[in-house]
Nanobody, 115 residues
Framework: QVQLVETGGGLVQPGGSLKLSCAVS????????LAWYRQAPGKQRELVAT???????NYADSVKGRFTISRDNSKKTLYLQMHSLKPEDTAVYYC?????????WGPGTQVTVSS
């Protein structure tokens, strides 16, 4: 059973930074393309960023240039470094594979951007 635990969220002022982590257990980590998703209140869960097995990355237009996705295969951990945060980045952030292959999602981590 795959277990995902997202951490690192919090309350930050506009323009601030946060770094999210996702610890993965119960599966082989390194073979998957991985992703961060987010879900704001009243909205559908959306893809934020992906990182392939080889390390190539892609980003949603809304976060391009501000967010950086990375992975540490030895620690089975996925990261999302977020800079220049905006109120519209407020959401619960989740990790999964790039194709949402893992059926059990983690609890997510709340990011709130507000002054």
């Amino acid at each position: 059973q795959v277990q995902l635990v997202e951490t690192g969220g919090g309350l930050v002022q506009p323009g601030g930074s946060l770094k999210l982590s996702c610890a993965v257990s119960g599966t082989i980590f390194s073979i998957y393309a991985l992703a961060w998703y987010r879900q704001a209140p009243g909205k559908q869960r959306e893809l934020v960023a992906t990182i392939a097995y080889g390390g190539s990355t892609n980003y949603a237009d809304s976060v391009k240039g501000r967010f950086t996705i990375s992975r540490d295969n030895s620690k089975k951990t996925l990261y999302l470094q977020m800079h220049s945060l905006k109120p519209e980045d407020t959401a619960v952030y989740y990790c999964n594979t790039a194709t949402r292959q893992w059926s059990s999602w983690g609890p997510g981590t709340q990011v709130t951007v507000s002054s």
